[in-house]
């Protein structure tokens, strides 16, 4: 039987997910948490954001909704096509809320991560909705034959105080659990809030301030402007990771198309591009 080193150096594929993985552990461990293409060019804000891609990022958001929708994504941290991160999301309205689901996929040589997230949001109120959601995640490594499913959960609130300004709240991952500790996922509690200003009828300014337990905090924020009915431009930073980040909409009749970019000052450029199709 051959060793696990000696394996190694018979097989130098497989030490590159190790690399990728010591080297940006904080963040591509958690890469299928990667926001929505419209979140990240507004700094990773989402604590009172709806619409598309709600599922995994804002499940109240999903109260809130109109139209039943399907988003496809695309996501290359760092410019590296080995971190390529393909997703699908759905919100389907039920009446007084309506039901997510996000699939993504990650994969290294050797080394995969899948994900999905199944939230509901509810309408408790013509200004009020509540949203949860379970993720389920399964890590594999094909030379080692290790699989290592795990699940969490995620509570979010929002609250429409009236048509300029909006809170939310969400608890991320108050627990969870691994098949396999060995393997570095993320697992770790975030407890966040934000608020959002609607103003000049054109623009909306988003903020959410992010606490990790023993790590500190995390502020974002974000600029939207819409131009017209089709177009709108975002800009946005976040201090931890130091983030700047921008991108445009384009809204279709029922098509939209979003094109993001994140320029962590640590590890480099990350396009985002997604489709969406509302009916």
């Known amino acids: 039987m051959i060793s696990t080193p000696a394996m190694m150096l018979k097989r130098p594929g497989i030490l590159i997910p190790v690399f990728f993985l010591s080297l940006v552990h904080a963040t591509v461990t958690s890469q299928v948490h990667w926001p929505g293409a419209a979140s990240a060019a507004l700094g990773g804000t989402c604590m009172t954001r709806q619409g598309y891609c709600c599922a995994s990022r804002s499940q109240s958001g999903l109260g809130f909704i109109e139209y039943s929708s399907v988003t496809i994504q695309h996501c290359s941290p760092y410019l590296l096509k080995e971190l390529g991160i393909s997703s699908f999301s759905g919100q389907f309205t039920t009446g007084t809320g309506a039901l997510g689901i996000a699939l993504a996929s990650q994969g290294l040589t050797g080394f995969r991560q899948t994900s999905m997230w199944l939230?509901?949001?509810?309408?408790?109120?013509?200004?009020?909705s509540a949203g949860v959601g379970i993720h389920l995640w399964n890590s594999t490594i094909a030379e080692q034959f290790i699989y290592a499913p795990g699940i969490s959960f995620a509570l979010s609130l929002q609250i429409r105080i009236n048509e300029q300004w909006k809170l939310?709240?969400?608890?991320?991952?108050?627990?969870?659990?691994?098949?396999?500790?060995?393997?570095?996922?993320?697992?770790?509690m975030i407890i966040g809030t934000g608020i959002s200003y609607s103003f000049f009828r054109a623009a909306h300014f988003y903020s959410d301030i992010l606490i990790k337990?023993?790590?500190?905090?995390?502020?974002?924020?974000?600029?939207?402007?819409?131009?017209?009915p089709r177009t709108?431009?975002?800009?946005?930073?976040?201090?931890?990771?130091?983030?700047?980040?921008?991108?445009?909409?384009?809204?279709?009749?029922k098509?939209?198309?979003?094109?993001?970019?994140?320029?962590?000052?640590?590890?480099?450029?990350?396009?985002?591009?997604?489709?969406?199709?509302?009916?």
């Open 255 to 279: 098509w939209t198309m979003e094109f993001s970019f994140q320029y962590m000052t640590k590890s480099g450029l990350s396009p985002l591009t997604s489709l969406t199709h509302a009916w």
């Open 232 to 253: 709108s431009l975002r800009t946005g930073f976040c201090n931890r990771p130091f983030t700047f980040s921008w991108g445009i909409s384009l809204k279709f009749t």
């Open 168 to 188: 939310g709240a969400q608890l991320f991952q108050p627990a969870g659990w691994s098949a396999h500790p060995g393997i570095p996922i993320q697992q770790q």
């Open 213 to 228: 337990p023993g790590e500190g905090i995390i502020l974002c924020n974000g600029l939207e402007w819409t131009f017209n």
């Open 119 to 128: 939230s509901y949001g509810l309408k408790l109120h013509s200004d009020i």
